[in-house]
């Protein structure tokens, strides 16, 4: 089993002059805590390593609320970039971020480089902001040129708020993009993986409903993908996506993570990230 596979501390920004020191691997993945609000009973924010919270753009992005569907083997949620910007969110939730025992994460949205990098500046001095997520390389895009965005956004982000970044990935990133990502030296994390997109059709209705999809069916997929890139992307990997039991959770550690992030599972069991803590020893 891998060093990490225990409640002790996790630096995921080993490379970062300040470090992403966590007192156990176990994250709440973005937005299922929304901004640190939306907790369940059960769910003890304080004991995580760490969480990351919903989506954070610079101007507020309306459209429709989130939504969720079931589907065979999981659930597609539709959240989108909906959020009220980072003025709004540093007002309701800066006070609750500074308070957090658990170090805070901010998930970066944004159309452009430029509204990356001004969210970016904004969080930079915010008490309590520990470190900086946003998504990288979307399987919709020619990675070819995709990379070239990731890496414009990267350098941005890294230009405005000097703050450890985290980078999530598709699982069906190359081996030659992870390491055209990793040999930018901006990044400090990389996170497997984005949802994937999913579509579930009604055929009585004649209607369809397009979410990202999340389940336990994903797990031996992100299982697999850690364990070809533990050996070699020089980077920490932060397992996200199918972590639905504590053998989920000790198997994504053991093939290389050094840290996971709970999703949609807490929704079913709030108790689960604090579970694994206590069988890793904390």
């Not at 079931?70 to 939730?93: A, F, I, K, M, Q």
């Not at 452009?112 to 990098?117: F, G, H, P, Q």
């Not at 053998?247 to 999703?263: E, T």
Request: proline fraction near 6%.
């Amino acid at each position: 089993m891998s060093r990490a596979a225990s409640a002790g501390l996790v630096n995921l920004a080993p490379r970062h002059k300040l470090g992403l020191i966590l007192a156990n691997p176990v994250l709440l993945a973005a937005g299922v805590a929304g901004y640190g609000d939306a907790t369940l009973p059960g769910l003890a924010l304080g004991r995580l390593g760490g969480w990351v919270t919903a989506p954070v753009t610079r101007r507020p992005w309306r459209g429709d609320l989130p939504q969720v569907a079931e589907t065979t083997g999981g659930l597609l949620w539709r959240r989108g970039l909906w959020n009220p910007g980072v003025r709004v969110v540093l007002r309701d939730y800066g006070a609750l971020w500074r308070r957090s025992r658990a170090p805070v994460i901010v998930h970066l949205a944004g159309e452009d480089s430029d509204e990356l990098a001004a969210v970016a500046a904004s969080l930079e001095s915010t008490p309590g902001v520990a470190g900086l997520e946003l998504d990288l390389l979307s399987p919709f895009q020619d990675e070819i040129g995709g990379l070239e965005e990731a890496a414009e956004q990267v350098l941005a982000v890294r230009a405005a708020a000097d703050l450890p970044i985290l980078a999530r990935i598709p699982l069906s990133t190359s081996d030659e993009a992870v390491q055209a990502l990793v040999e930018l030296g901006t990044i400090d994390a990389l996170v497997l993986a984005q949802p994937p997109a999913g579509l579930r059709y009604n055929a009585a209705a004649g209607t369809s409903f397009v979410g990202q999809l999340h389940g336990r069916t994903l797990t031996p997929l992100l299982a697999a993908r850690l364990a070809d890139l533990a050996g070699w992307a020089g980077l920490p990997l932060v397992a996200c996506g199918g972590i639905h039991t504590l053998d989920d959770a000790l198997a994504c550690l053991a093939v290389g993570a050094a840290a996971l992030q709970i999703g949609t599972a807490v929704w079913i069991d709030p108790r689960l990230p604090e579970r694994i803590i206590e069988a890793l020893g904390g």
